[in-house]
T-cell receptor, first 114, second 113 residues
Framework: DGGITQSPKYLFRKEGQNVTLSCEQN?????MYWYRQDPGQGLRLIYY???????QKGDIAEGYSVSREKKESFPLTVTSAQKNPTAFYLC?????????????FGDGTRLSIL | AQSVSQHNHHVILSEAASLELGCNYS??????LFWYVQYPGQHLQLLLK??????LVKGIKGFEAEFIKSKFSFNLRKPSVQWSDTAEYFC???????????FGTGTLLAVQP
């Protein structure tokens, strides 16, 4: 079955550490997205990529970095510069260039600070 | 800039009650509108979408939504809710040439048996 796989499901980080969240999709989608979900704030866009080797900042990119070396993969690094990293992180993908196509979501990674 | 407002943050209903969740957006051009649902412990799933044609769209599990262009609204409705509808519901809009989806803050629905 096609889908989006996020790993790990739970992640713990010490202060000052960088951590990388994995997102892999086998839907052959060009566009991929990272969101952060906090209670009462909905989903906020961190970064997105519409094609391999290219990505754009979303609304809350500070303290995060991404790469898009392969179509299937869009890892997110939460750096030590992110002051409040505890959140639920969601990865999504969709068909590029057709705006009425919905985004498909992974199961998410819950990041906590120790 | 595009934005989405969901005015109901928490809704508590009894089974068989009717449901209407409000969603308003700000964007003057052509929009694509979506409702997503997140059941406890599960990933976000598409409930329904509107991009053109009949402004009353039907989705899964008996949900429907009506696009009212003059009111910039896309309210979600269900005539009779069930306990299994307990979830968080997100309205989202994608307008113009952008591929970005803007989400509302979500509405947490609790249905009491």
């Amino acid at each position: 079955d096609g889908g989006i796989t996020q790993s790990p499901k739970y992640l713990f980080r010490k202060e000052g550490q960088n951590v990388t969240l994995s997102c892999e999709q086998n839907l052959n989608h060009d566009a991929m997205y990272w969101y952060r979900q906090d209670p009462g704030q909905g989903l906020r866009l961190i970064y997105y990529s519409q094609i391999v080797n290219d990505f754009q900042k979303g609304d809350i990119a500070e303290g995060y970095s991404v790469s898009r070396e392969k179509k299937e993969s869009f890892p997110l690094t939460v750096t030590s510069a992110q002051k409040n990293p505890t959140a639920f992180y969601l990865c999504a993908s969709r068909v590029q260039g057709i705006s009425n196509q919905p985004q498909h979501f992974g199961d998410g990674t819950r990041l906590s600070i120790l | 800039a595009q934005s989405v407002s969901q005015h109901n943050h928490h809704v508590i209903l009894s089974e068989a009650a009717s449901l209407e969740l409000g969603c308003n957006y700000s964007y003057g051009g052509t929009v694509n509108l979506f409702w997503y649902v997140q059941y406890p412990g599960q990933h976000l799933q598409l409930l329904l979408k509107y991009f053109s044609g009949d402004p009353l769209v039907k989705g899964i599990k008996g949900f429907e939504a009506e696009f009212i262009k003059s009111k910039f609204s896309f309210n979600l409705r269900k005539p009779s809710v069930q306990w299994s509808d307990t979830a968080e519901y997100f309205c989202a809009v994608n307008g113009g040439a952008t591929n970005k989806l803007i989400f509302g803050t979500g509405t947490l629905l609790a249905v009491q048996p």
